[in-house]
């Protein structure tokens, strides 16, 4: 309804302005009125548009903000019908907080808390369940989407992809299963290597042991030490 209004509204408004404009170019300056009615009609009408598109155009700049708030518990409204409904609840009276929280969707479609009472006293696999979890869905809360996506999968019904991006990313990550391990690769034993000594290979003479490396502190044998001393 609200939607047909603001179509109405914003036809009315093109048209009074297309009037305006093709009187002013048919008589311009000529002092009557109408100019000035079709002034006053666009500016009233142009009021009314945007009381109905402020509400859609106000969600459509805000989402992105407080969009990203979506896992924290959804507040109860304070409704009359809605402390009734708590009252038989506390005393045990599910059927009648089943039907009654239907009513109360009924009369406020745009608040979730009826929906997600009706959908924690809904009897599992029944058709009130089914139906508290499709409008539990429409909702940005994570926690309670997570819930309703796979209550909704029990019934046979494949959930549509959710409106909200963070919320559909979490949906995501859960519907994809995670990758199995690997298979363990069998590697066979390794032989020792079979490697053998080439003899032609010498690195000093038959018979000679390699010659010892003299330490940092002593001198070559074949150098002569100086009598007079190091100054």
């Known amino acids: 309804m609200l939607a047909l209004i603001r ?3 914003t036809v009315g408004l093109a048209y009074g302005l297309m009037q305006a404009a093709r009187n002013a170019e048919a008589a311009p300056a000529t002092g ?4 000035a009615f079709w002034l006053a009609y666009c500016v009233v009408v142009g009021f009314l ?3 109905a598109w402020a509400p859609w155009l106000g969600t459509k700049l805000a989402d992105p903000l407080t969009g990203v708030i979506t896992d924290t518990a959804c507040a109860e409204a304070g409704g009359r019908l809605m402390r009734v409904i708590r009252w038989f609840a506390r ?4 059927r009648w907080v089943r039907w009654l929280c239907f009513i109360e969707g009924v009369r406020h479609p745009d608040s979730p808390a009826p929906f997600i ?8 696999g029944s058709w009130l369940e089914r139906i508290y979890a499709r409008e539990v869905y429409r909702f940005s809360n994570t926690r309670q989407c997570i819930r309703a996506h796979q209550i909704l999968k029990d ?3 494949v959930p549509p992809r959710h409106p909200n991006p963070e919320v ?11 990758r199995p391990d690997a298979p363990t690769l069998a590697v066979p034993p390794s032989s ?5 000594r080439n003899e032609r290979i010498r690195l000093f003479d038959a018979g000679e042991s390699p010659a010892k490396p003299p330490d940092r502190g002593e001198q070559p044998s074949d150098q002569k030490p100086d009598p007079g001393g190091t100054p």
């Open 7 to 9: 179509i109405v509204l």
């Open 32 to 35: 009557d009125l109408t100019n």
């Open 49 to 51: 548009a945007a009381i």
């Open 91 to 94: 005393r045990g009276r599910i």
């Open 117 to 124: 009472t009706g959908l924690d006293h809904a009897r599992p």
């Open 155 to 157: 019934h046979g019904v």
């Open 168 to 178: 559909q990313l979490v949906l995501m990550s859960i519907e994809k299963a995670a």
């Open 192 to 196: 020792p290597p079979g490697l053998q």
